[in-house]
């Protein structure tokens, strides 16, 4: 899933189906010139066409610890459940993560 790495909780009870998840990807954008509004443009946009019921809940940029990013929360389905997601984009030296 081109991750770079995951990490999973644990499933809670035996009822439990879902393993809530944290993931990094990265991707190369030399040559592509786009900066964060046209990522963060293009990102949301796939979100509502690639994720069932895609609805985004929030979509802002945000400063931490001297770091801007920009950080979307959207719900939707796969499969039989019903997720809520958080992303946050950076982008570094013509280098996307998410």
Same mark, same amino acid.
């Given at each position: 899933?081109?991750? /770079?790495?995951? %990490?999973?909780?644990?499933?809670?009870?035996? @009822?439990?189906?879902?393993?809530? +998840?944290? #993931?990094?990807?990265?991707?190369?954008? /030399?040559?592509?010139?786009? #900066?964060?509004?046209?990522?963060? @443009?293009?990102?949301? *946009?796939? !979100? /509502?066409?690639?994720?069932?019921?895609?609805? !985004? %809940?929030?979509?802002?940029?945000?400063? @931490? +610890? *001297? !770091?801007?990013?920009?950080?979307?929360? =959207? /719900?939707?389905?796969? *499969?039989?459940?019903?997720?809520? =997601? @958080?992303?946050?984009?950076?982008?570094?030296? +013509?280098?996307?993560?998410?």
């Amino acid at each position: 899933m081109d991750s /770079t790495f995951f %990490l999973f909780s644990e499933l809670s009870s035996e @009822e439990d189906q879902f393993k809530e +998840n944290v #993931n990094l990807k990265i991707q190369d954008l /030399t040559g592509h010139d786009i #900066n964060m509004d046209q990522y963060v @443009e293009i990102s949301t *946009g796939q !979100i /509502t066409t690639m994720i069932s019921e895609g609805t !985004i %809940l929030e979509s802002e940029r945000k400063m @931490e +610890n *001297g !770091i801007e990013f920009h950080q979307v929360i =959207f /719900t939707g389905k796969q *499969g039989p459940f019903s997720l809520k =997601f @958080e992303q946050r984009y950076w982008i570094k030296d +013509n280098t996307h993560m998410f």
